[in-house]
């Protein structure tokens, strides 16, 4: 039922205008927020230590770690089972020690879990002393 005569409705209309400034603000976004994907991909370069050797006379206990995940303590090699028994082995190389310096000598191409299985059988093993091997760089 048409009250009006002679005025014709008016057709919806979609106003792109707004749309197409929502969109080139989206867009405008996503070239900022890409620009800094490159930093994502941090270069870490590990820094070169150079230190004095200690003067204490406490033996230490040297536990290597290699590339493919053999330990060795005092240059004895202990197969890997878990770190309770590797925590074992530490209180047995400690023999009569109550608190040993344990160094860790873990290859560069070595698993950081590696290392962290180390660090937790010597907190297993009571041992809070631990140091690292590191190489200087030439000169």
């Not at 270069?43 to 995940?69: F, M």
């Not at 344990?102 to 041992?127: C, F, L, T, W």
């Amino acid at each position: 039922m048409n009250f009006q005569r002679g005025h014709s409705r008016e057709e919806p209309e979609i106003n792109l205008i707004a749309l197409i400034d929502v969109l080139l603000v989206i867009l405008i976004f996503l070239m900022v927020t890409t620009s800094y994907a490159k930093f994502s991909e941090l270069q870490v370069n590990l820094p070169q230590a150079g230190g004095e050797a200690s003067t204490a006379k406490t033996k230490a206990i040297n536990v290597s770690v290699d590339a493919s995940e053999h330990y060795a303590i005092n240059n004895q090699g202990v197969s890997y089972t878990g770190v309770e028994p590797l925590a074992a082995a530490l209180k047995n190389a400690a023999a009569d020690q109550t608190d040993p310096i344990i160094v860790i000598n873990a290859d560069a191409k070595a698993p950081h879990q590696s290392v962290i299985n180390v660090m937790e059988a010597a907190r297993q093993a009571g041992y809070g002393r631990i140091t690292f091997t590191t190489q200087s760089q030439p000169k």
